[in-house]
Structures are given as structure tokens and as C-alpha cells.
């Protein structure tokens, strides 16, 4: 499965000035692809990968936001609106079999500008033990 999104934003700081009128528009995108292959089919195994891509330019600007809550502090960014926008660049591969537990496993690379590139190594194993849904996650960040 392939999913993408596409966006634009104009926004024009000083709408009465001639000065930089052709710096205005912002684009974004993302793109995740995504890929579910049996491996035994007699246990039901499987194999899961999948890859999302987002692309956001510093002239983009969104009317809502456009990450989670937990992103900043996942990152280890600033809470504070940083006015200074930059392009910035997402990059999550990932894959993870699933049976009667799922395991996944994640590298994730985050880059905004040419100051800040920091990598995230995730694993996640969820299990449905007797009724009882026990799951353990792991992060480890290099920023």
C-alpha cells in the first residue's frame, strides 16, 4: 500500500510590500509505503516492512500542527516555537514480524537544516498473553 500527501501553503508576510513577493509558497510531503508478506502460512506468520518519508520546506507554513505532541520531546527540541523555521527531513524504515507477538523494529533520522541530524533506534514487542496485552518498548538516540 502507498500512501502520499502533498501540501502548499502561501503565506505572505508583509501583504502590502512588493519586496520578496516571490518567496511566499511552502510545500510538504509524505510519503509511506507499506508491505505485509506471509512468511509461514501454516503459523501465520509475517513479515511487515514499511517506509515513510516526510519532506517540510522552512517557507512552508501549516494551519494546524503538523507533528505529534510528543515530537519535540522525542527529539530532544525545544518546546518553544522557533521562529526561525528550516527544512527539515523525515525518515523512518521499519519492519517487524507478526505472529501471537509482534515484534518491530525501527531506525528513525530526523534532520532540520544543517545544524541538527539525530537518529533513533526503536523496538517494540507487544504480546496477548491469556487476555492480558503486555507490551515493552526501547529507544536509543544519538543526536
Known amino acids: ?9 502561501n503565506y505572505d508576510a508583509n501583504t502590502f510590500s512588493t519586496i520578496n513577493n516571490g518567496d511566499d509558497n511552502g510545500f ?3 510519503v509511506q509505503v507499506n508491505n505485509a508478506k506471509p512468511l509461514r502460512e501454516k ?6 516492512t514499511s517506509l515513510d518519508y516526510e519532506y517540510v ?21 525545544s518546546l518553544f ?7 527539515s527531513s523525515v525518515l523512518r524504515p521499519v519492519s517487524g514480524i507478526i505472529r501471537i507477538t ?4 525501527g531506525l528513525r533520522n530526523y534532520k532540520r537544516g544543517e545544524t541538527y ?27
Open 43 to 48: 503459523n501465520k506468520l509475517q513479515l511487515l
Open 1 to 9: 500500500m502507498i500512501r502520499s500527501e502533498v501540501a502548499m501553503s
Open 28 to 30: 510538504a510531503a509524505r
Open 81 to 87: 516555537v522557533n521562529r526561525k523555521q528550516k527544512t
Open 57 to 77: 520546506q522552512s517557507k512552508f507554513k501549516p494551519l494546524e500542527r503538523l507533528r505529534t505532541v510528543e515530537f519535540s520531546r522525542d527529539w530532544g527540541l
Open 102 to 105: 509482534d515484534l518491530h523494529t
Open 117 to 143: 541530524n539525530g537518529f533513533q533506534n526503536a523496538v517494540q514487542q507487544m504480546t496477548d498473553w491469556k487476555g492480558l496485552d503486555l507490551q515493552q518498548r526501547g529507544r536509543n538516540y544519538k543526536l
